[in-house]
């Protein structure tokens, strides 16, 4: 795809192949922690991944379940208010226009829908539309796939912070315990005809959970790394992922590892075009301790900060006002916006 943006707005991403990961390749493995140093984020190569699910087979899928979702009328979706039918949003619809935009005066400009892991997987009930059943083989194996993939990455993380088993990062994302991890669908509304206003639906921000996998076919990912004042455009790669680290990450390893800032944007002289994308996001287990793992001063007993806590807090933040509190617990890092 040719588009007129100049080449030093683009981010210069590794590459991990996914196969290598599970081979156990020393040189992916190398890739991967400078990746997670370095950058943050990265593409996870799957064309010659070897699993008995087929990653590019599932995403099909989820795409094309996303958009017969988003197709369902207003009403059938707000009957499932992601701000009403739970905490933490952590399932359920949120309209266009709800919340602020990217750009002063703006308002988002996406609609999304949030899937629980926890009741894909069947750990608890939760309300749903009807179109959910129908597909839940699919959320199935995708979450599977999405955390044995996980898992695969944070054994090389693991391996470079020196962790021991009890407190490794795959020992906090278990696929057989409940976890606030989900499934989020987007769909971001186009641009009126002859409208080329520059856009940002979405407002800048890191991940506050451990890592983000996701799914786009279309251009508009920007990163702004850190000690750069420029938003880079982030090229979807047929085939690919893209894997960018959360603040748990971060915090986890003493800031070893980094969580990017990122937003959606629309191109240079355009406006924005309909795009549809999703992503898996992954949280700690409700009980994982908040603490650089990688020191010598790990908690004992219950007395540290849980990630049930850490995430509450966050979301407590989110929720208040927000303009005088441009700091770390928002954003992941200081001055972001």
Wanted: glycine share 8%; charged share 25%; hydrophobic share 40%.
């Amino acid at each position: 795809m040719k588009l007129d943006v100049p080449p030093s707005l683009f981010a210069p991403l590794k590459t991990i192949r996914l196969q290598g990961l599970r081979d156990g390749s020393l040189e992916e493995k190398r890739k991967l922690v400078a990746a997670a140093q370095e950058d943050g984020i990265f593409y996870l190569d799957f064309n010659d991944d070897l699993g008995e699910l087929k990653v590019s087979d599932l995403i099909e899928g989820i795409y094309n379940f996303s958009k017969s979702l988003f197709a369902l009328d207003l009403e059938e979706k707000m009957k499932y208010d992601v701000d009403k039918v739970g905490e933490l949003k952590l399932n359920g619809y949120k309209p266009i226009r709800r919340n602020i935009g990217g750009i002063k005066g703006q308002r988002d400009g996406f609609e999304s829908y949030a899937i629980p892991r926890n009741g894909i997987l069947a750990f608890n009930e939760f309300p749903h539309p009807p179109l959910l059943d129908t597909q839940m083989p699919l959320l199935q194996n995708f979450t599977l796939t999405c955390i044995d993939i996980a898992q695969h990455i944070f054994m090389a993380l693991s391996a470079e912070l020196d962790l021991p088993e009890s407190h490794s990062l795959a020992t906090f994302h278990r696929a057989d315990a409940p976890a606030p991890d989900i499934i989020r669908l987007l769909k971001y509304a186009p641009s009126g005809e002859g409208d080329s206003e520059f856009r940002v639906p979405q407002t800048p921000h890191t991940d506050l959970g451990s890592l983000t996998m996701l799914f786009a076919d279309s251009p508009g990912l920007q990163i702004r790394p850190d000690g750069c004042d420029e938003w880079l455009y982030i090229m979807p790669k047929e085939n690919h992922a893209l894997i960018n680290l959360g603040d748990a990450m971060s915090l986890w390893s003493g800031g070893l590892f980094r969580s990017v800032l990122h937003r959606v944007a629309s191109l240079p002289g355009k406006g924005m075009n309909e795009r549809y994308s999703f992503a898996f996001l992954m949280r700690p287990e409700n009980q994982a301790p908040m603490v650089p793992l990688n020191s010598d001063c790990l908690p004992e007993g219950e007395d540290f900060l849980t990630s049930e806590n850490w995430i509450k807090a966050k979301f407590g933040i989110l929720r208040g006002d927000t303009s005088k509190n441009k700091s770390r617990i928002l954003t992941g890092r200081d001055s972001a916006v």
